[in-house]
C-alpha cells in the first residue's frame, strides 16, 4: 500500500530550527498538508499546499516542496512546539487520503 | 464560528453495534466535505472514508471498506459513523474533519469520539 514517510523523532534545543520531512513517489503530483497534535488534543493544520499557512499559524511554521519530499521547518522552535507532525497527501491514484506515520517533536 | 460537535466517548462490547455522530454548525454543511479519521492508541492517524453531504458521494479507505459505514442526515447537519460489530480492535479515539475537497486539507476537526470496546 501507498505510504508517506516520516521520521519517528525529531529533536531540537529551543531557539533551533527544526526541520521534518515526508516522502513519497507521488507527492510531486499531490499537495501536501502538515498536522501538529499535542497530547489529548484534535490535530491542528500548520501548512496547506506545500507551502501555505493558515491564518493564526505563527510564521516560525512554513514548508516546502522539492521532487518526492515535502517539509515541514519550525524556525526558533518554542517549548510550546513540541507535538506529533503528521503530513497527509493522495495516494498515487489520487483516489484515497493517506496521512504519514507521524514525527514525534521534542524540544530539548 | 465553524464547529464540529462529536457525540460522547462510547463503552462496547464485542459484538455490539454502534454509530457515532458529527453536527456541523456555522458553514454550509452541504458544501464540505467531511471525513473521519481514526487514531488508536499510541498510534498515528489513519484515514478511514468521507462523505459529501451535498450528495451523499462516499468514499472508504481500502483499509475500512466493508468494516464501517458512513453516512449523513443534511437536514440536521450530521454525519455518522457506524459499526454493525465491533472488535477490541476497533478501540481508538475517532475524529471527523471538513474539507473542501479529496485533495485538500481538513481545515476544521472534531474534538474526537473515544469508542472503548471491551468484554
Known amino acids: 500500500s501507498y505510504e508517506l514517510t516520516q521520521p519517528p523523532s525529531v529533536s531540537v534545543s529551543p531557539g533551533q530550527t527544526a526541520r521534518i520531512t515526508c516522502s513519497a513517489d507521488a507527492l510531486p503530483k499531490y499537495y501536501a498538508f502538515w498536522y501538529q497534535q499535542k497530547p489529548g488534543q484534535a490535530p491542528v493544520l500548520v501548512i496547506y499546499k506545500d507551502t501555505t499557512r493558515p491564518s493564526g499559524i505563527p510564521e516560525r511554521f512554513s514548508g516546502s516542496s522539492s521532487g518526492t519530499t515535502v517539509t515541514l521547518t519550525i524556525s526558533g522552535v518554542q517549548a510550546e512546539d513540541e507535538a506529533d507532525y503528521y503530513c497527509?497527501?493522495?495516494?498515487?491514484?489520487?483516489?484515497?487520503?493517506?496521512f504519514g506515520g507521524g514525527t514525534k517533536l521534542t524540544v530539548l | 464560528e465553524v464547529q464540529l460537535v462529536q457525540s460522547g466517548a462510547e463503552v462496547k462490547k464485542p459484538g455490539e453495534s454502534l454509530k457515532i455522530s458529527c453536527k456541523g454548525s456555522g458553514y454550509s454543511f452541504s458544501s464540505y466535505w467531511i471525513g473521519w479519521v481514526r487514531q488508536m492508541p499510541g498510534k498515528g492517524l489513519e484515514w478511514m472514508g468521507i462523505?459529501?453531504?451535498?450528495?451523499?458521494?462516499?468514499r472508504y479507505s481500502p483499509s475500512f471498506q466493508g468494516q464501517v459505514t458512513i453516512s449523513v442526515d443534511k437536514s440536521i447537519s450530521t454525519a455518522y459513523l457506524q459499526w454493525s460489530s465491533l472488535k477490541a480492535s476497533d478501540t481508538a479515539m475517532y475524529y471527523c474533519a471538513r474539507t473542501t475537497a479529496m485533495d485538500n486539507a481538513f481545515d476544521y476537526w472534531g474534538q474526537g469520539t473515544l469508542v472503548t470496546v471491551s468484554s
Open positions: 497527509q497527501s493522495a495516494d498515487s491514484s489520487g483516489a484515497y487520503v493517506v
Open positions: 462523505i459529501y453531504p451535498g450528495d451523499s458521494d462516499t
